[in-house]
């Protein structure tokens, strides 16, 4: 009866040589039922076979009973190397529960920054979209991380907020934009903050990303559509010389022209949806 009424749980796997399991083991164990079924037979087939294919998901469940972290890092490395007759590790493969290997060392006892480093930076790859992937339960791994009160925790959050949400401002053209940014990731990574909050926070600072980084293209583009009008009409950057043999202010007015005229209104929002 270890799991009845257990309503919240979602990391488990069971043993494969498991042989038999009480009728109600799982009673009340409502997401479990949810995905995989009422059956207590299913349930207990598929959580023996949860990780059978997936050894990286294996290891993310299981790296918390090593005796030490640099035994956990070694078995990691061996995992993401496999032999030359062994299949390529694939960081994108998900679970019965849709959980990426992100997600299930989220979920652990253990989830230190530098597991998620080495899983993040594999190959020379930052896999930071992995982490914005939702799982059968609507769930990202750095939300399940948020409900962790643990040093290590706050680590691996701090950590996958540089990697996911900082390293991404360069590309922001506006000074303040980066600096707001910059502002409310501090905010997220703060010590001693309410789960909650930090989870709020992180999401706000994810909105003005996608914000800012929408507008950025919208800039880029209608300069783009812009610069191809004047081209178009005959002009390059020679012609707004001041000391130009050209009429300056017809330059000026025809610039205007051009931008009004460059079909941004129709080509922008277009294009936006394949960005």
Not at 3 to 23: D, H
Not at 71 to 78: E, I, W, Y
Not at 126 to 145: C, M, P, R, V
């Amino acid at each position: 009866e270890s799991f009845r009424g257990c309503k919240s749980l979602v990391l488990i796997r069971l043993p494969p040589a498991l042989e038999a399991t009480g009728a109600d083991i799982f009673r009340g164990a409502k997401l479990l039922q949810e995905q995989l079924g009422e059956s207590h037979d299913d349930l207990v087939i598929n959580l023996t076979c949860r990780f059978t294919t997936l050894p990286l998901h294996q290891w993310c469940y299981s790296q918390a009973f090593e005796t030490t972290t640099e035994a956990s890092l070694q078995n990691l490395f061996r995992v993401l190397n496999p032999g030359v007759f062994e299949d390529e590790i694939d960081l994108s493969r998900v679970d019965i529960f849709e959980m990426s290997p992100f997600h299930v060392l989220a979920l652990s006892s253990s989830p230190k920054a530098g597991f998620f480093q080495a899983m993040m930076e594999h190959r020379g790859d930052i896999h930071s979209n992995l982490l914005a992937q939702k799982d059968a339960f609507g769930k990202t791994a750095l939300e399940y991380l948020c409900l962790k009160d643990t040093p290590e925790a706050s680590e691996a959050i701090r950590y996958i907020l540089r990697q996911t949400i900082s390293t991404k401002t360069t590309c922001l053209g506006l000074e303040h934009w980066r600096q707001k940014i910059s502002h409310e990731t501090s905010l997220c990574c703060a010590q001693d903050i309410d789960r909650v909050v930090r989870l709020e926070r992180i999401q706000k600072v994810q909105e003005s990303l996608r914000f800012y980084t929408t507008m950025e293209k919208i800039s880029i583009l209608e300069q783009a559509l812009w610069k191809a009008k004047m081209i178009f009409r005959g002009y390059n950057d020679d012609d707004y010389n001041p000391h130009s043999s050209m009429d300056v202010n017809a330059i000026v007015l025809d610039r205007e022209a051009s931008r009004i005229q460059c079909g941004a209104d129709i080509v922008i929002p277009n294009v936006l949806s394949y960005t």
